[in-house]
């Protein structure tokens, strides 16, 4: 099983639309849990931290749940411009290294 | 802030050919990281380092070797490079490890 797996998609959503996305992790120890956006051709930038309490910023809402270890990504009211791939990235603790998913692909059409 | 830089941003390689990826950070981050990148695949971890001077391989290292002789500069070197070797690499850095990456905008590198 690999240590964090992500449905690639892609998911053709228009404008307007909620979309979620599941990442699940295999490793018990994991601490730190990110949600990573990519542009095509582009570096990944950091979206948003996942909290275990769960936390919002603007239209995106992310979640973690220990017990059935995945994360989620919730966007509401979607737009043309959230069109990219969304990367899941998990950190054990302890070991500092950024452990990616392979990513979700979002498509937003007119 | 530069942020991450990276350079080349593009080369072609000869298969056996040798050149070294530069990476340098501006923001005293003790962690860097080196990725590749397949087409429709996720970022995978070639080696990483948590400080100068300290430098440990990740999943996929063979083929490539690298140095962390300062705080900013973290190259990665490939010798005798092979098709196989072909893909995008990201250099990454973190101030404490279990925080944001921030990244370069990476090396697109096609051994023919």
């Known amino acids: 099983r690999k240590e964090v797996e992500q449905d690639p998609g892609p998911f053709n959503v228009p404008e307007g639309a909620t979309v979620a996305f599941n990442c699940t992790y295999s490793?018990?120890?994991?601490?730190?849990f990110f949600w990573y956006r990519q542009d095509c051709r582009k570096e990944p930038k950091l979206l948003m931290s996942?909290?275990?309490s769960g936390n919002e910023d603007g239209r995106f809402t992310a979640q973690l749940n220990r017990a059935s270890q995945y994360i989620s990504l919730l966007i509401r009211d979607s737009k043309l411009s959230d069109s990219a791939t969304y990367l899941c990235?998990?950190?054990?603790?302890?070991?500092?290294?950024?452990?990616f998913g392979r990513g979700t692909s979002l498509i937003v059409h007119p | 802030n530069a942020g991450v830089t990276q350079t080349p941003k593009f080369r072609i390689l000869k298969i056996g050919q040798s050149m070294t990826l530069q990476c340098a950070q501006d923001?005293?981050?003790?962690?860097m990281y080196w990725y590749r990148q397949d087409p429709g695949m996720g970022l995978k971890l070639i080696y990483y380092?948590?400080?100068?001077?300290?430098?440990d391989k990740g999943e996929v290292p063979n083929g490539y070797n690298v140095s962390r002789s300062t705080t900013e500069d973290f190259p990665l070197r490939l010798e005798l490079a092979a098709p196989s070797q072909t893909s995008v690499y990201f250099c990454?850095?973190?101030?404490?490890?279990?925080?944001?990456?921030?990244f370069g905008q990476g090396t697109r590198l096609t051994v023919v």
């Open positions: 380092s948590v400080g100068a001077g300290i430098t």
């Open positions: 990235v998990v950190i054990k603790g302890g070991s500092y290294i950024p452990t």
């Open positions: 990454a850095s973190s101030s404490q490890g279990d925080t944001e990456a921030f």
């Open positions: 923001m005293n981050h003790n962690y």
């Open positions: 996942v909290y275990s």
């Open positions: 490793n018990s120890a994991s601490q730190s």
